[in-house]
């Protein structure tokens, strides 16, 4: 009976920290930004409200889904976003236009981007070279997937441009530009790709889902999803800010010891595209991509600051201070 009431009062103390912690917040409503939320590339952020943690800190999060990550990040320099889940690269981005915005913690540590190219265009493609002049899906211009085709169209000795790029989402549309023959190739993520692998319509060319793959094609680990914000809202906001990373920190302590049958669970059923045996398989392929700590070093801040100086003619890298793309204070003091 004493350690039935002593359980009782330490769930009460945390019930009242919590509750005293959520009052403190100088900002509770949080206008949040993402460019696809179905696909995996943003698993922890849908795995955070699903599983309540937004609410258990106090946070009223409204999520905005974008057709692609560029899309986001126009609504949060806009000033209609408080924060968005995107890729890493458009912090740097945005620093060389002027615009101070920094991740705060990582989600993905690698891309978890696939190039494919149709299956019937697979037996006269040999190189990354044969892209040229292809049509290629992208999730929207400007994103991730965007980018990374076009790093490695430059890496093999095409322009930028020396293939056409059109945006088709972010799910079922994704699919059936591939199968209506609507695109040549695709750059795009899981469970799309998984979809695509299992119906037999596409041939896997670049795979970033696992260490391999992301190491095969920059040498490096290459972070991908993050939470990223304007600094003004990190310097108005810290107790906001920190909530933000503690509950995405245990969130990815959750993904980490979490089943792909737990997980898939979790998620709204028709994130599933239909097929739950196949959004399992797209949790396995993918699992790598994660990160475990939410933490960013250096090379890894440098990986993806190559990738923007070789896409983007005229970039100029030296100007560039990675340290100020990173705000690693939160992640330090979360639990």
Request: no cysteine.
């Amino acid at each position: 009976m004493k350690i039935a009431k002593l359980v009782a009062a330490a769930a009460l103390l945390a019930l009242s920290a919590s509750a005293s912690f959520a009052q403190a917040l100088e900002k509770k409503s949080i206008a949040l930004g993402v460019g696809g939320k179905p696909l995996l590339y943003y698993l922890p952020l849908t795995l955070a409200e699903r599983l309540g943690y937004f609410k258990e800190a106090g946070l009223d999060v409204q999520i905005n889904d974008f057709g692609g990550g560029a899309k986001s990040l126009q609504a949060l320099i806009g000033g209609s976003l408080d924060v968005v889940t995107g890729a890493y690269e458009h912090t740097i981005r945005m620093q060389a236009k002027g615009q101070d915005v920094r991740a705060v913690i990582v989600l993905g540590r690698y891309p978890g981007i696939v190039l494919a190219v149709r299956k019937d265009k697979a037996a006269n493609f040999k190189s990354i070279a044969d892209l040229k002049g292809m049509n290629i899906g992208i999730t929207a211009p400007g994103s991730s997937t965007h980018s990374l085709v076009q790093y490695l169209m430059i890496k093999n000795g095409l322009g930028p441009h020396d293939a056409s790029f059109i945006g088709v989402g972010s799910g079922a549309q994704a699919v059936a530009a591939v199968q209506n023959k609507q695109v040549d190739a695709i750059s795009h993520l899981d469970p799309v790709i998984t979809k695509l692998e299992q119906t037999g319509d596409i041939k896997v060319i670049v795979d970033t889902r696992t260490t391999k793959g992301t190491m095969d094609v920059f040498g490096a680990t290459n972070p991908a999803a993050v939470l990223y914000m304007k600094k003004d809202f990190i310097d108005k906001n810290p107790k906001t800010v920190q909530a933000l990373v503690n509950v995405f920190k245990k969130t990815l302590t959750w993904l980490s010891k979490a089943t792909p049958e737990q997980i898939a669970e979790v998620v709204p059923h028709e994130y599933w595209l239909g097929d739950k045996a196949l959004y399992i398989k797209a949790l396995e392929n993918s699992r790598e991509s994660y990160s475990l700590d939410g933490s960013m070093s250096p090379k890894d801040m440098a990986t993806s600051l190559d990738l923007i100086a070789k896409t983007e003619p005229g970039f100029k890298a030296s100007a560039i201070k990675l340290e100020n793309t990173f705000d690693d204070r939160f992640l330090k003091a979360a639990p």
